[in-house]
RNA sequence: GGGUUUGUAGCUCAGUUGGCUAGAGCGUGCGAUUCACAUUCGCAAGGCCGCAGGUUCGAGCCCUGCCAGACCCACCA
């Protein structure tokens, strides 16, 4: 036997994947309609997490699609993940006791990126292990020569037009790292502090000596600008336009009045500090306040601050300024107060407001451009909710911060003027620290893109559209699948920079998957020791069981648990399909038995045809010299497929007429060894079928966890517990192996491994599964079909109430009933009976549900126990009838329901009422 | 504060525009089995579909309110 006889994952997959990839089936055909996906690109530097297990569905898209005949392309990348990949440098840095600080910014990227290339090859080959049929000769780098050089062009056409400008704002500061950060890369976390009431005198007023103001960050005072109140807060009315002494200092500030202030809260007073708070910025520009900066990048107090406060941190200058304050008599009064405090999702230091002199885009231009062509349904979303949420992001979105202050990114080509600070040029030599341009000096900006500045062009990018590369007619790419929580950093600004630069949406569907959480649902986090290694899982159950147990009963945009129960339902899956081969493949042997040895004539025509066919991978598997290392546990050099191996050498082996194993020959040519013969035949040729109709509309619709669902379904019940248990009263190998072929095609793209592994090593050719079509049309007598549903309902009839009865064989009796009659060796396998014969007259028990005459010949004891169960179910149809009964009789439904549905009411009640008839006249006999 | 979303079997979740007796995996109980598979086979039990109203011939699904959770956004000092 060629199979062993068990399903060893590991032993296989490697192998399995190097050898899809150096046949090219990754690779687009260059036939039939292109269908593309882009694959949102990993950390270069880090090891997948379990989310990446997802990719499985793009990659049950893709192959699905290329067994359909599509143009496929599905191109990987991997990302310098600018920020991430600092932090963990930046750390490695530490430990050996150094600092960005004692580096050049040269030497630093050099360092990094040495750094990142150490790892990247294992995020590579983690996805590989994921079984993931991505096209590697397009994989791309955000930090390539061809991503630079675009963003270049991008930047240089915004800065052209205006889009770009240096602005004075209020950012994001992490003081722990030294950078500045989008407002989606700070969180949030509530935190109990105070509110401080701090009186500030009023200078030479009547009326009132002083205004208090309340303040969650009274350090900030030494920086304020003003004092503001709302224009319509009768209190602060006679003093808008008064100077207050700022305490603790030497400056006068004035009292303005502004609508951002809201009314009613605290003392309905704020102190305005333009330099250290977002809106107080804003108020600032309103107001024509200087902002005052008095805490500086490394988080301690400037020189711009009164002489005693100069170098302390943030907290120690709180603790003293209050004390200050506290000494003065300044504090009114300290109330409890919970609030919201931003801090680093990195290191999780408090996140000061800075004012920085930054580059900025000007998002809304391109925003509401893509906002219009989302509105107008021109992308559509899984689920479809989604879209609505990013119209209204797009709304919302402020101008964009699009520099970061570490070196690991993308230099902004930009540079300044050392005799005029405003004087600031594009320049894409960002090699040079310095470059003279008509006889003037300037120097090259030290800042860095902020990663979705560049990841936002990704899909005109990778697909080489703008230059019209070989795959440029991928884009617009037909499906973008990540994330719900990158819909808005990424997702939004692909579809902002797709439009601005090509005039095109970059994708036609988003799928957006929900997160996968823990077992407990909470999200996976290194700090919460929870995350789970899918390459653990791997090397437990086996790529194909990850891929089903995470797709498994997962719906789009909903955050899921992991579930291993999940997981190891995909592995016995996988086991159920390996025994399913090995059975057949038992059978296969003795097919010289039951099948003539010289093949029909229309075989032979066929096979000939098939050598130029596109669809083999014939003349394709030459294997590199190198390229066969496996992802993982290369050690054991596997033992599997000796003949596939052997086969690789042998260029013309495909022409050498196989005599086993491809069924499409007889699919194709009607040849009589694999069309159905039996009910059974018939009836798993229709299961099939309507497998495949089914799974065709789940895949359109992006259903995939009710697609893994019928595939999951149909191999196991279907087949393996129906068919092939009936199969076995008389086996036929060619037509078993006809259906074995047919569930490989349906199993491949979701489990792609094992599938693979049984197609190599059964087939003698060279032929590969996932170069294969998607079954087509079957063709069976729905007649036979429905016989065979009679008598499964015979079988589970009798073994429904066998159970039941004391352990031992029994015999079925029944009268005329050519059905019956015909199939008897088969329901007396498949219900464990002692016999099946004809009688005149039937006794013992009579089976209910079916419409035939048949008895379990039982003695009487055993009968009167049936009696009972037999009235349990006069009730139940009896309470189904009244119900039916119900419904026919109102008054709406016969009128306004369909009239499919009406008729069927009709009939069910007509076969209840049958049902009900039949039990009654069997309890009469039984009462007798 | 605003928005989104969830509540269905012991657990994790499906259930498409309202329409047959609400399903799956795992778990549970009973039984079987050396012949492809104990990663097996057969049978079964287990559901006021969060609560209360409403619309409809008909509601797990639509509407209103309530209860409980999750997530995202936001400048409340």
Known sequence: MKLSKAYEPNTYEPEVYALWETSGAFAPTGQGEPYSIVMPPPNANADLHVGHSLETIKDIVIRYQRMNGRDTIYIPGADHAGFETWVVFEKALEKEGKSRF???????????????????????????????????????????????????????????????????????????????????????????????????????????????????????MLGDMAVAVHPDDKKYKDLVGKMVRLPLTDREIPIVADEAVELGFGTGAVKVTPAHDPLDFDIGQRHDLEPLQIIGLDGKITDNAPRKYRGMDVDTARETVVKDLEELGLIRKIEKFEHQVPHCYKCGSVIQPLIMKQWFMDVQPLAQRAKKVVEAGEIKFTPAQKADELVRYYDEMRDWNISRQIPWGIPIPAFQNVADEDDWIFDARVDQ?????????????????????????????????????????????????????????????????????????????????????????????????????????????????LRIGIVMNRSAGQAQAFSVASVVAGRNFCNKLWNIARFIEGQDKNRDIDEPKSLPEAVRSYDEAKVISPVTTGGNHVPKEDGLASPINSASAPTLLPRRSSCLSSQDSSLTLSPSFDSRVAVSCGSALDAPISLADHWVLRQLDTARKTIDGHIKNYRFAEAVDIVYHVVWDDVADWFIEASKINPRPAFLRHVLDIILRLVHPFAPFVSETIWMTLHDDETLLISQKWPEKLIFDKAKAAEFDQIKELVSSVRFITTELPAGKYDLIYEHEPLINENSDLIEALAGLKSVRPTKKGRGMRLAVTDHAAWLDIDEDLLYEHQTRLEMRLVAVREEITNLEKRLSSSGYVDRAPKHLVEETKRQLDDKRTLETRLIAELDVMKE
């Not at 020569?145 to 205006?162: I, R």
């Not at 003279?436 to 990704?458: C, E, I, L, M, P």
């Not at 590369?469 to 499906?479: K, N, Q, S, V």
């Open 433 to 545: 620290a310095e470059i003279t341009v008509a006889g003037k000096t300037y120097q090259r900006d030290n800042d860095t893109f902020d990663t979705w500045f560049s990841s936002g062009q990704w899909p005109f990018i990778t697909t080489d559209f703008l230059s019209g590369g070989e795959l440029a007619r991928f884009y617009p790419t037909t499906l973008m699948e990540h994330g719900v929580d990158i819909m808005r950093p990424w997702c939004s600004r692909m579809i902002m920079f797709g439009l601005y630069r090509t005039g095109q949406v970059p994708f036609r569907n988003v799928y957006l998957h929900g997160m996968v959480t823990d077992e407990k649902g909470q999200k996976m986090s290194k700090s919460k020791n929870n995350v789970v290694n899918p390459m653990d899982i791997i090397d437990e159950y086996g790529s194909d069981a």
């Open 102 to 220: 004692d580096f050049s910014r040269e030497i630093l990227y050099k360092m990094t990126w040495d750094f990142v290339e150490q790892n990247r090859g294992n995020m590579e080959l983690q996805v590989r292990a994921l079984g993931v049929s991505c096209d590697w000769a397009a994989n791309t780098f955000t930090l390539d020569k061809k991503v630079v050089e675009t963003v270049y062009e991008t930047f240089k056409k915004m800065w052209d037009e205006g889009l770009i400008y240096r602005g004075e704002r209020i950012v994001n500061y992490c003081t722990q790292h030294q950078t500045s950060f989008a407002d989606i890369e700070v969180v949030f976390r509530e935190e109990k502090s105070h509110l401080w009431h701090i009186a500030y005198p009023v200078v030479e007023n009547e009326t009132a000596a002083e205004i208090i103001v309340a303040t969650t960050r009274p350090e900030t």
